[in-house]
């Protein structure tokens, strides 16, 4: 049988192991704790050296000032169409994109017709005929064609319909319509898709704009529009109805939309951008009329 001694030299032996292995079991919890510490650090030096090497710290951070382009221009081949006149491209930034600017069509026919077009929804066909008016584009230029749904073609200097700059670009305004279905009939009460005396682009195939617009005599409503709105009449609508109202001849291709009496554009002129924006016509469309280029 165990001595007394021999008890409690097992006891002490059982205490002391009890108390190494507490104390391996600090040192291990310790170990994991600065360990876990010294990745968080490490991690956290590796960020910041991340975000200073990019600027986050410095106290005048670099901005890109490069613009973005307002506008694309798409090149024609002017030796393909022999209609189109090279006068070179408009810029494709730094353009005006709010308000309207004035323009101004002189005829042989009567008083000038003056148009607001649109910078806020078109901004390239604005940037466009302001380009175009300032190298004489459509000066001395026919407008060649009087459609059957009631406006005025201009802007072609060939006269052909298939002549413009060495330039495209797309629609910007092309007018929606509440019908399912294009060829569903306009709902009763609904407002014409082009009011008299809207301005919108013409070209053929649609979104290849280039010169040509239209200048609505009177209202037209179409559950297809293709051509986009630019402006609005604001002075000479008399004028264009009078135009609109001239005897029609064959243009050489069976269509009788030709003006017996030429229409001349003797000059058009656009200014200067105005930021204080009139109301645009809130619907548009383009008429039916003989194929081409625009």
Same mark, same amino acid.
């Given at each position: 049988?165990?001595?007394?001694?021999?008890?409690?030299?097992?006891?002490?032996?059982?205490?002391?192991?009890?108390?190494?292995?507490?104390?391996?079991?600090?040192?291990?919890?310790?170990?994991?704790?600065?360990?876990?510490?010294?990745?968080?650090?490490?991690?956290?030096?590796?960020?910041?050296?991340?975000?200073?090497?990019?600027?986050?710290?410095?106290?005048?951070?670099?901005?890109?000032?490069?613009?973005?382009?307002?506008?694309?221009?798409?090149?024609?081949?002017?030796?393909?169409?022999?209609?189109?006149?090279?006068?070179?491209?408009?810029?494709?930034?730094?353009?005006?994109?709010?308000?309207?600017?004035?323009?101004?069509?002189?005829?042989?026919?009567?008083?000038?017709?003056?148009?607001?077009?649109?910078?806020?929804?078109?901004?390239?066909?604005?940037?466009?005929?302001?380009?175009?008016?300032?190298?004489?584009?459509?000066?001395?230029?026919?407008?060649?064609?009087?459609?059957?749904?009631?406006?005025?073609?201009?802007?072609?200097?060939?006269?052909?319909?298939?002549?413009?700059?060495?330039? %495209?670009?797309?629609?910007?305004?092309?007018? #929606?319509?509440?019908?399912? =279905? !294009? +060829? @569903? $009939?306009? /709902? &009763?009460?609904?407002?014409?898709?082009?009011?008299?005396?809207?301005?919108?682009?013409?070209?053929?195939?649609?979104?290849?704009?280039?010169?040509?617009?239209?200048?609505?005599?009177?209202?037209?409503?179409?559950?297809?529009?293709?051509?986009?709105?630019?402006?609005?009449?604001?002075?000479?609508?008399?004028?264009?109805?009078?135009?609109?109202?001239?005897?029609?001849?064959?243009?050489?291709?069976?269509?009788?939309?030709?003006?017996?009496?030429?229409?001349?554009?003797? %000059?058009?002129?656009?200014?200067?951008?105005? #930021?204080?924006?009139?109301? =645009? !016509? +809130? @619907? $548009?469309? /383009? &008429?039916?009329?003989?194929?081409?280029?625009?």
């Amino acid at each position: 049988m165990a001595s007394s001694r021999d008890r409690q030299r097992k006891l002490a032996r059982a205490k002391l192991d009890r108390q190494l292995a507490r104390r391996a079991a600090a040192v291990r919890r310790r170990r994991q704790i600065q360990a876990g510490v010294g990745a968080f650090l490490v991690l956290a030096v590796i960020v910041a050296g991340s975000a200073w090497a990019l600027g986050a710290f410095d106290s005048d951070p670099k901005q890109n000032t490069a613009a973005a382009d307002t506008c694309l221009w798409t090149p024609q081949d002017a030796t393909a169409n022999t209609n189109l006149k090279d006068v070179g491209t408009p810029a494709t930034k730094d353009l005006p994109t709010e308000g309207t600017r004035a323009m101004t069509v002189t005829t042989n026919q009567g008083a000038p017709i003056t148009a607001e077009l649109n910078l806020t929804n078109s901004p390239c066909a604005a940037a466009s005929i302001a380009h175009l008016a300032s190298r004489s584009f459509y000066d001395n230029t026919k407008c060649h064609e009087i459609t059957a749904d009631g406006a005025l073609r201009c802007g072609d200097p060939s006269g052909t319909g298939l002549g413009g700059p060495t330039y %495209s670009f797309y629609d910007e305004d092309v007018p #929606t319509v509440p019908s399912a =279905s !294009p +060829s @569903a $009939s306009p /709902a &009763p009460g609904q407002p014409p898709t082009y009011p008299k005396g809207t301005v919108a682009m013409i070209s053929n195939p649609p979104g290849s704009n280039g010169s040509q617009f239209l200048i609505f005599f009177k209202d037209f409503t179409t559950t297809d529009p293709k051509y986009p709105v630019i402006g609005r009449v604001t002075g000479g609508l008399d004028v264009v109805e009078k135009i609109g109202a001239l005897p029609t001849v064959d243009n050489g291709t069976g269509a009788k939309v030709k003006p017996k009496t030429d229409v001349v554009i003797q %000059s058009l002129t656009v200014g200067e951008p105005v #930021t204080a924006a009139a109301p =645009s !016509p +809130s @619907a $548009s469309g /383009a &008429p039916a009329s003989s194929p081409s280029a625009g």
